[in-house]
């Protein structure tokens, strides 16, 4: 069986100082709580329509970003860190 993406035994001794930061806006729970009125957020049941909405929303963004690690040379494919 062949295990793609399995990291190097040395990877946690290599990559334990690795603190990045300023990697921009935290858009996480933020998308649409910036760009829509309040008070949709007043009522519960349309409150958590737009969350769902919302967590789909920052999955899409995740995924989006990674396309750019597995094609970086400089960056491991497990990096989470890149804008």
Known sequence: ???YNKKPKDYKAKHI?????????????????KSMSPG???NPK?????????EM???LIDAVKLISVHYSIAHD?????IN
């Open 57 to 59: 929303f920052d999955y």
């Open 17 to 33: 100082k690795d603190n990045i930061d300023g990697l921009g806006y935290d858009y996480h729970k933020n998308v649409f709580r």
């Open 40 to 42: 949709v957020f007043a």
């Open 77 to 81: 494919k497990d990096s989470i860190n």
């Open 1 to 3: 069986m062949i295990i």
């Open 46 to 54: 349309t409150a958590k329509m737009i969350n769902k909405i919302e």
